[in-house]
C-alpha cells in the first residue's frame, strides 16, 4: 500500500511514551474523557471521568511533551503530570496572550477556567517558616537572611480562577473558545449558551431547540464548535446526522441555522439501527476553517462549507461492523462516542475504533492505515506494525477476525500536536505518545 514519497503509509509511527496503569481492571476514576495540546504543542492536558458525586471538574493532568528534536532521551519521563481526580468531559485551551496560560474544563453542568503555571525553581530559606513548611517561633529568629532560589524537577500546576456554574440543565458535551478570544460556548443536549470569559454570572442562550412538550422531543445536540477565524460562526451537529451552521450577526437566538449539511440516507442502507448510527459525535473544523469534519458510528466524513448537500469526502473506519451493529446495540457499544482530529496541515485526520485500533486517513494521497495502541508494542522507539481486519474468507498471517475483536478496548479520544508528527491516543486507561519516527 505504501506510496512513494508522501502519504500517511510513509510516516514510521512509533512509541514514545504509556501513561496511566498496567491493570486491565478499570476504575471509573481512570478513565481518560479527553486530551488537548496547547496550540503549539508543548502542553497535553488530559481529563478523567473522576468520582461520580465530585462537584466540579479538575484538569487530571497537564503535561509537557518534549518535541522530539528538543529530546535529550527519548525514554526519560518527560511528562510531567499532576494529578487531581475529578470528572472531566472536555478540556480546551485558551489562546496565550501573556507569559500565563489558561484552560477551561468542564464537567456535566459546570465549566471552570484554570491558570497553568509551570515552576522548576523553589524559594528556600524563609526567616518564619521551614524548609517543610511548619512556622518558626519569631523569638528564635534571631538573624535575617535573604530567601534564595533553588532549582528543582519542572512542575506543572493548575489553579482555578473563575467558576461558570447554573446555566445548564442537561450534560454539557462541547465547550469551544471564540476567535475573539473573550467569548466562548457550551453546548448541552438541548442548549447552547455564549459566555464573556471575564464573566460568570450570566451567559447567552443561542440556541435552544427544547420542544414546550419534551415528548416531542426527537433531536438532541451532540457536539458544538466555533469557526477558526469567523467570530460570528458557529456549528453545531445532532443526533440525527445534521450539521448547522449559525450566523451570530443574524439575531440573537441562532434557532434559525444559515446552513444545514446533511447527506441525504441511501435508502438500501436503511435498517433499524440507521438513525442511531448516523447520530454525529464529533464536529472539528480544519485548521484553515475552509472544511469542518465529523464523525459517525461507521465513519468520518469531510465537508466543504460551501456544499450542503454531501460530504466532499467519506473515509470508513470500521465498515466491517456494520454487519454486527444487532450485538453492537445490545451491549451499548452503538452509544460509543468516538471523536475525531486533524493533523496540523489538515492534510490527514484520524480518529479511534474498536480493540484499540485507531485509524488515519491521508486526504490527498487516498490512503489509510490501522494502527494499534497496546502495551505489546510499547518498547522505546519500536515502529508501529499497520494492523489488518480480515471480513470473511481466508484470514491471512497478522490479520484479526471481526469476531475476534476486543469491543471493550476502545479509542475515543485522541490528539494530533499542531506542529509535529507526535500523536495522543487514549485508550481506556492510558495515554499513548506516539511519533513519526524521522523526528
Ligand atoms: C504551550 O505551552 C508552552 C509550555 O508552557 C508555552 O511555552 C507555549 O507558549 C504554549 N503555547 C501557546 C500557544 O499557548
Ligand atoms: C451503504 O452501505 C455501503 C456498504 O454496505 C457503504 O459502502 C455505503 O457507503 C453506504 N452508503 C451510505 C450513504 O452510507
Ligand atoms: C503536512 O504535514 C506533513 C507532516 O506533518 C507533511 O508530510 C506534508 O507534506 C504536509 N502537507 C502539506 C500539503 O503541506
Not at 511528562?79 to 468542564?106: D, G, M, V
Not at 466543504?304 to 454486527?324: A, C, F, G, I, W
Not at 491516543?425 to 523526528?439: C, E, G, P, R
Amino acid at each position: 500500500v505504501a506510496g512513494a514519497g508522501g502519504g500517511c503509509n510513509d510516516v514510521q509511527w512509533c512509541f514514545s511514551q504509556v501513561k496511566g496503569a498496567i491493570d486491565d481492571d478499570v476504575a471509573e476514576a481512570d478513565i481518560i474523557s479527553t486530551v488537548e495540546f496547547n496550540h503549539s504543542g508543548e502542553l497535553l492536558a488530559t481529563g478523567d471521568k473522576g468520582g461520580p458525586c465530585q462537584p466540579a471538574p479538575v484538569p487530571r493532568g497537564v503535561q509537557r511533551v518534549q518535541a522530539p528534536s528538543r529530546a535529550t532521551n527519548p525514554s526519560s519521563d518527560y511528562l510531567k503530570s499532576l494529578e487531581i481526580e475529578e470528572k472531566i468531559n472536555k478540556i480546551r485551551w485558551l489562546p496565550q496572550k501573556n507569559a500565563a496560560q489558561f484552560l477551561l474544563s468542564t464537567n456535566d453542568k459546570t465549566i471552570k477556567l484554570w491558570k497553568i503555571s509551570e515552576r522548576d525553581k523553589r524559594p528556600e530559606g524563609y526567616n518564619l517558616k521551614e524548609e517543610d513548611g511548619r512556622y518558626r517561633d519569631p523569638n528564635t529568629v534571631t538573624t535575617l537572611r535573604v530567601p534564595v532560589f533553588r532549582p528543582m524537577d519542572l512542575m506543572v500546576e493548575a489553579s482555578p480562577r473563575r467558576v461558570f456554574a447554573n446555566a445548564h440543565t442537561y450534560h454539557i458535551n462541547s465547550i469551544s473558545v471564540n476567535s475573539d478570544c473573550e467569548t466562548y460556548l457550551s453546548a448541552d443536549d438541548l442548549r447552547i449558551n455564549l459566555w464573556n470569559l471575564e464573566i460568570t454570572d450570566r451567559s447567552f442562550n443561542i440556541v435552544d431547540i427544547k420542544p414546550t412538550n419534551m415528548e416531542e422531543l426527537t433531536e438532541v445536540i451532540t457536539a458544538a464548535e466555533f469557526h477558526p477565524n469567523q467570530c460570528n460562526t458557529f456549528v453545531y451537529s445532532s443526533s440525527k446526522g445534521t450539521i448547522r451552521l449559525c450566523d451570530m450577526r443574524a439575531s440573537a437566538l441562532c434557532d434559525q441555522h444559515s446552513k444545514m449539511f446533511e447527506e441525504p440516507e441511501d435508502p438500501n442502507n436503511r435498517s433499524f439501527f440507521s438513525e442511531i448510527i448516523s447520530s454525529i459525535s464529533d464536529v472539528k473544523f480544519s485548521h484553515s476553517g475552509r472544511y469542518m469534519m465529523t464523525r459517525d458510528y461507521l465513519s468520518v466524513k469531510i465537508w466543504d462549507l460551501n456544499m450542503e448537500t454531501r460530504p466532499v469526502e467519506t473515509y470508513q473506519v470500521h465498515e466491517y461492523l456494520r454487519s454486527k451493529l444487532c450485538s453492537l446495540y445490545e451491549n451499548d457499544c452503538i452509544f460509543d462516542k468516538f471523536e475525531c482530529c486533524w493533523n496540523g496541515n489538515d492534510s490527514v485526520v484520524m480518529t479511534g475504533s474498536y480493540n484499540n485500533f485507531f485509524r488515519m486517513f491521508d486526504r490527498g494521497y487516498r490512503q489509510d492505515v490501522t494502527l494499534e495502541a497496546s502495551r505489546e508494542n510499547s518498547k522505546p522507539r519500536s515502529v508501529l506494525k499497520p494492523r489488518k481486519v480480515c471480513t470473511g474468507g481466508k484470514r491471512k498471517k497478522d490479520e484479526i477476525s471481526v469476531d475476534s475483536l476486543d469491543f471493550n478496548k476502545k479509542i475515543l479520544h485522541t490528539a494530533w500536536h499542531p506542529l509535529d508528527n507526535i500523536i495522543a491516543v487514549a485508550t481506556t486507561n492510558n495515554l499513548y505518545i506516539f511519533q513519526d519516527k524521522l523526528n
